[in-house]
């Protein structure tokens, strides 16, 4: 298009900006806490005093005390670091794992593309769960099998984008050019294409970060995370489910923390893909 | 000059028309006090580099300016109605019942899911007229922009048809309404040679028939001036020259005119004979602040009084005004274009040494066959190339050319056929290739914009292609022989300009000190101005290396500029192939006719004679591919047998019933040679 070059800078629109705002203070939020925690929670989230059981929030105990008279606040705040302890790696391993593999699978195309993505293919229809507990069968339960499961279950998704974006960008003449002057495929996958699907790889890791939280979340609370007894989000829903009538708060204090810090990375996702998207 | 009932002039009148943008810096004017005035009927042609505010004008006279774009002051009337002062619902009327813009990109102006008719008769339902008669009046509409067959046309979608068609469609659309001003903004930009001088000829036969002020806007002074009556030469905001098209373009007063008249290699033209003269630096950006004339950090008559004074728009003859201090030193009616004077288009062995003497065979191409799905693109194809020779490939869109030239490269489909360099067979598959035969073939992409890493700098692209290609040479001095500012090195892609990405490309190429290079549409994504520079600089390095070149275009003149022997394909084969000057000038191949004919009609009047229509889908059956537009069609003969391959004077080969006798040639034949005036300080020595 002959389109009249101009100056015009592309500012932010504010309800991005704002919205990135409140994501950030979330997530930054929950990340303090799950490694001051010690030093914020009120009580200890494994002490039980049995004198005060199923007390309601008030002055004593600001989020009321569960079954055992254990602080809910005090396990909500303690709750967030098994989360972060797997959520993170588990999104760090699913992208470069997704993105290599996507990566590959789009740069050399034809059989090479056929047989990873049928590979993927079958690792996505093969649910999760039933994964997760093979593998706590097999193995007993550990930070490290929740992350290789989460992982796992990501990087068909990973790969998917990185392998579209790659398709893009491999027609391209500058990777023409490449082919041209002889440069080895590793060079043309990690030097050419690469930094140009840089972004959809950002994109894709910041979603995947808030999908990991909600799977951490929910392996526990089928009981295939922590082991019981533990604050761990997931695992306290699970455990208290059981008085939801009587003590509503001990199942909504952990299900706000996780929907919170859930919303505040969709938030963070949302804004910067808006914001890369754009640019 | 007939009037209004109000006492203004009919037609399109602009008077001190001030656009600015609002921008980070403040308010940056795009267009500055432009006034103009278009009869109805009349052709006014405003041309001029992009960023010269042609494209702001043209929305201005809408009133499509962008959010952060105003009139700042002037006014716009058509027919007496001020369109600046109408209100919005007034707006909206008068864009529907006067005013009609054709864009330049017609595929993105038609709705791709719907068929042509109704598209059509939406716009006429609008404008009250029934369901059926508006699917009466859709042929009509068709039939009138010349397209074969509307009734099969209209019941197509828009991708169904060519570029060209869907133009036609877009105009069909745009005459509906009756305007009573029609915006044309590049409307050929990106069609081919033969396509565009079809839609030009149509928009010059409807011209009368529509009877509205017509503005075409264009970066070609060529195709302006040969469908104008009136020309207005943009620059930095400024109207700088304005005068009839003929005045202006075979008398220019303004330095820049001159230089863009000066950019273009005319048909027959050969590098050989003249340099082209780029015109160096780039246009101001909006609102870039120029006390005195904006062309005078490029100009070379600048003096003291340029730089602080802004020339008055003065009368400079009959209708034709300059903005210039000193347009009476630049007074060269010879530089400009003549098309009264023929000369001998020449053959003359000095003029193209490896012409005459045939040099020792570099690439050997031998009965090449390239097929995507069931359709032939390249079809048993023989070609050669010498030793520091550049062969140009001639030929519409869709020819295989490019096919053609990805194969040499190594990319593209595969096929039959052989290609060897210096005898030894070349593998089809890039992947194949040794790093020696790498190095030795290289290429030079269309699009300046996607053949660079966009995230790479300068530098990193240079030294990765040095490295791979083991040039002995720093990235810094591959750098200046491409004529590149050594600052530019850390710069990405995205800052630079596309003739710069161009020259980064070609750098890149030369990299490894290659044998042949294959350039596909390297300029053809260019504006004149800086198409001049880069073919230059293909021209010099070619000269300083030896190297043999693969030349691509659709357009004939910069075919015939470069190369020293010219192919032209049609539909997947090769019809005309032999010393540029000779396949030029003829005899040759009526489609080579056609070619020149459509190149040339562009300094003149428009010509009558019509080749037809290019029918869409590739022939099966025996007979000659051209044998449905050719006008020397031999009934009987040239639609049931294949042509056979003719012989002229040796080395010069056309694919054609007609014997070497009935060929036709130039009737006019073509201006060639030194062009004395503006650009003659610039001569090479060596020419």
Known sequence: MNAVTLPVRHATRPRFRVALGVGVVIVVFWAVVAVLWPHLAPYDPELQDPLHRFVPPGAGHLLGTDQFGRDTLSRMLAGARPVLQVAPPATALAVIAGTLVGLIAGTHGGLVDEIVMRVLDAVVVFPAIIAAVLLVALSGRSVTILVLVIAGSFVPIVARSVRAATLVEREKAYVEAARLRGEPSWSLMLREILPNVVTTVLVEATSRFGDAIFAAATLSFLGLGQPPGSPDWGASVSDNRLWLQLAPWTVLAPALAIASLVVGMALVADSLRGRWEAS | ?687
């Open chain 2, 1 to 687: 000059m007939t009037t209004t009932p109000d006492g203004s002039a009919a037609g399109l009148t602009v008077e001190g028309l001030t656009v600015a943008y609002r921008t980070a810096r403040g308010e940056a004017a795009a267009v500055t006090g432009m006034s103009f005035h278009v009869a109805p009927g009349e052709t006014y042609g405003l041309v001029g580099e992009s960023g010269c505010g042609k494209t702001t004008l043209s929305r201005a006279l809408g009133r499509h300016l962008p959010p952060n774009g105003a009139v700042t002051s002037g006014r716009v009337r058509l027919d007496g109605v001020d369109v600046l002062d109408l209100a919005p619902a007034d707006l909206r009327k008068w864009r529907a019942t006067s005013l009609a813009v054709v864009h330049q990109d017609a595929g993105s102006s038609l709705d791709p899911t719907m068929r042509v008719g109704p598209q059509l008769a939406e716009i006429l339902r609008l404008r009250g007229l029934s369901r059926a008669g508006a699917r009466e009046e859709v042929p009509r509409m068709l039939a009138r922009v010349r397209l074969p067959d509307p009734a099969s046309i209209a019941r197509r979608y828009p991708h169904q048809l060519s570029g060209g068609q869907q133009q036609r469609v877009v105009i069909a659309a745009a005459l509906t309404a009756r305007p009573r001003l029609l915006v044309l903004d590049e409307p050929t930009t990106g069609l081919d040679a033969t396509v565009e001088r079809e839609i030009l000829d149509l928009i010059w036969m409807l011209r009368a028939e529509i009877g509205a002020a017509v503005v075409l806007i264009s970066h070609d002074l060529g195709l302006v001036g040969r469908l104008c009556d009136r020309v207005g030469v943009l620059y930095g905001g400024h109207l700088v020259e304005e005068g009839n098209a003929r005045d202006v373009l075979a008398a220019p007063r303004h330095p820049y005119t001159s230089a863009l008249l000066a950019a273009v290699p005319r048909l027959g033209e050969s590098r050989h004979a003249r340099r082209l003269a780029a015109i160096s630096g780039h246009p101001p950006a909006a609102g870039e602040n120029v006390a005195g004339c904006p062309f005078a950090p490029r100009c070379a008559l600048a003096d003291g009084l340029c730089a602080r004074t802004l020339p008055r728009l003065e009368a400079a003859g009959t209708r034709h005004e300059v903005r210039c201090h000193h347009s009476d030193r630049l007074y060269h009616p010879s530089s400009a274009v003549d098309v009264q004077t023929p000369a001998r288009l020449r053959d003359d062995p000095g003029l193209s040494p490896t012409a005459a003497d045939p040099a020792p065979e570099l690439l050997q191409i031998r009965g090449l066959t390239r097929k995507y799905g069931r359709t032939t693109v390249v079809d048993d194809v023989s070609l050669s190339i010498g030793h520091g020779q550049v062969l140009g490939l001639v030929g519409e869109s869709g020819s295989g050319k490019t096919t053609l030239a990805r194969a040499v490269a190594g990319l593209g489909p595969r096929g039959t056929g052989t290609i060897s360099l210096d005898g030894h067979a070349l593998p089809a598959s890039l992947r194949r290739r040794d790093a020696r035969t790498r190095r030795r073939v290289q290429m030079v992409f269309q699009s300046p914009d996607a053949s660079l890493n966009p995230s790479h700098t300068v530098r990193t692209i240079l030294a990765r292609a040095l490295h791979t290609l083991r040039g002995s040479v720093s990235p810094q001095e591959l750098a200046a022989r491409a004529d590149l500012d050594g600052h530019l090195l850390d710069s990405r892609p995205d800052r630079l300009s596309g003739g710069q990405k161009q020259r980064v490309a070609i750098a890149r190429a030369f990299a490894g000190e290659p044998d042949l290079v294959v350039c596909d549409e390297p300029v053809s994504a260019l504006d004149v101005s800086v198409q001049a520079g880069v073919l230059q600089l293909l021209s010099d390095q070619q000269r300083a290396t030896g190297t043999s070149y693969l030349f691509i275009s659709h357009d004939l003149a910069v075919v015939g500029y470069l190369a020293d022997r010219v192919a032209v394909m049609y539909r997947g084969q090769i019809v005309d192939e032999g010393p540029a000057g000779r396949v030029l000038q003829g005899p040759h191949h009526p489609y080579t006719a056609s070619l020149v004919a459509a190149s040339l009609a562009r300094l003149g009047e428009p010509t009558e004679q019509d080749t037809g229509m290019v029918q869409p889908g590739r022939p099966t059956g025996p007979g000659c591919r051209f044998a449905p537009r050719c006008p020397r069609r031999i009934d009987g003969l040239c639609d049931s047998e294949n042509p056979p391959v003719r012989t002229e004077g040796g080395d010069h080969t056309v694919r054609c019933h007609l014997g070497i006798g009935d060929l036709p040639r130039r009737a006019v034949p073509v201006t060639i040679g030194v062009a004395p005036g503006a650009t003659e300080e610039k001569e090479d020595p060596s020419a």
